[in-house]
């Protein structure tokens, strides 16, 4: 049960909350001190008369230094490459930080006060982008990391004219996330910090783990097996009381011989306790997520980080809103391979960080170089973690089988199924 001063709390926070929509204001909560992102640009208000604006539902805080502050510099990037075009935004669209007000709500506020197109930025989101398209069947929806519009997917939702899917093939840059690791851990054992369980999560954890192997056994001609470990903390971020604490996790695999953790989450644990064990003379490094200078809070500690540069896949459908000839569309794209750190044309990038040294560096390099030329680690025989097979001998995984990933592969210990 939870105590007086909890509901005191809690209570408060839903004054604030009511407060701030009354003004027409996005409700959002305070980031962590230790944050780098960028300030708040001016977003608030309604749109003007000459103006076209777009509203971004964000499921963290806006500079939480990963996935939330990647989707608000991602709208910052379209406004930057537009006249006369401004967002709007909520953050912390999510139960926990406002348990009685729904993404669909949010979604409304935002209509409201003059934006044209409506962007939800999360997989948690669903439920919202099914109300709220239900309601403004003609509003240009996006869904970042959705497959409603997938035609060939598993939840296509063909009633669904307006909505359309953003997402980066970021199973590539945990692929380098985990080749990073490989090339720098001398214990063998390496941990993943995840957030909750469902197929883009596992999807993603599978892909870094396939890197890891491929560069453990295929660069480093280790023979012994890697030790991949898994542990989940049931959200994207920490809620106290309601997740396992990243710290703590990522405290357990340091403490326990894992000497490089990589984060699945959009917040900053692993490369800051990586941090403080160096600190103690421990000899660990984190790769980080999300954003591009997310390992900006500890250099030293970080092999480097797998970003989302969004505003590549956000301006042309914008702009297509804007002009008139929007359409609906799915979006998976990959890097742009010629250069994945490329600002306006690689919605997945790369940036290596200080702590990773110039011998995995240039080996970091010729695997890029190797995917890069049709390396595709998702090729046979693969097993799933319970012996099941995945995929027979020679055989090459379709889009539909890694984007609904069912388990985690056979060489990993973690759970595949939420308990």
């Known amino acids: ?44 208000g309604s749109c ?22 990647a989707t608000y510099l991602g709208a910052q990037y379209v406004t930057e490459k537009m ?14 930080s406002n348990p009685n007000t729904t993404a669909a709500q949010f979604a409304e506020q935002l209509l409201a006060r003059g934006a044209k197109v409506i962007i939800f930025n999360s997989d948690d ?19 970042l990391t959705g497959d409603f519009a997938w035609k060939d997917g598993q ?29 720098t851990t001398k214990t063998g054992k390496i941990g993943f910090l ?3 369980i469902n197929d883009e999560t596992r999807r993603l954890a599978d892909s870094a783990y396939l890197g890891a192997n491929y560069c453990w056994t295929k660069v480093m001609g280790n023979t012994t097996p890697l030790d991949f470990k898994v542990t989940w903390i049931g959200m994207w971020f920490n809620i106290p009381g309601v997740t396992l604490d ?39 490094y984190a790769v980080q997520y999300d954003y591009e200078d997310a390992c900006s809070v500890a250099p030293d500690a970080c092999l480097g980080v797998p970003y989302f540069n969004w505003g590549v896949v956000m301006l042309p459908v914008i702009q297509s809103v804007q002009n008139g000839t929007y359409t609906r569309q799915f979006v998976w794209d990959s890097p742009d391979w010629k250069d994945i750190n490329n600002a306006d044309t690689s919605v997945v990038g790369f940036k290596k960080s200080d702590g990773l040294s110039a011998d ?60």
């Open 1 to 44: 049960m939870f105590s007086k001063r909890t509901w005191l709390v809690v209570s408060v926070l839903l004054v604030l909350a009511m407060a701030l929509s009354a003004c027409g204001k996005a409700a959002s909560t305070a980031a962590p001190a230790e944050t780098t992102a960028p300030a708040a640009a001016d977003t608030t």
């Open 48 to 69: 003007g008369a000459d103006e076209f604006c777009f509203g971004i539902l964000l499921v963290g805080p806006y500079n939480d230094n990963g996935w939330s502050t």
């Open 83 to 96: 006249s006369k075009v401004r967002f709007l935004y909520a953050d912390n669209v999510n139960t926990s």
């Open 125 to 143: 989101m669903k439920d919202g982008v099914t109300e709220f398209t239900a309601a403004h069947p003609d509003v240009p929806v996006i869904w």
């Open 155 to 183: 939840r296509y939702q063909a009633d669904m004219k307006s909505e359309s899917d953003l997402m980066g093939r970021m199973e590539y840059g945990k692929m380098i996330a985990g080749c990073a690791a490989a090339l």
């Open 194 to 196: 995840g957030p909750l």
């Open 246 to 284: 990243p710290t703590q996790v990522a405290d357990d695999f340091y403490n326990s011989g894992y000497d490089v953790v990589i984060s699945g989450i959009d917040s900053t644990e692993a490369v800051t306790e990586a941090k403080k064990m160096r600190d103690q003379g421990k000899d660990v």
């Open 360 to 419: 995995a560096s240039a080996k970091l390099d010729s695997f890029i170089s190797e995917l890069a030329g049709g390396l595709n680690l998702f090729t046979g025989p693969m097993n799933y973690q319970d012996g099941t097979v995945f995929l027979k001998d020679g055989e090459v995984a379709t889009d539909q089988q890694i984007w609904y990933m069912p388990q985690l592969l056979e060489g990993m210990t973690g759970d595949s199924i939420a308990k």
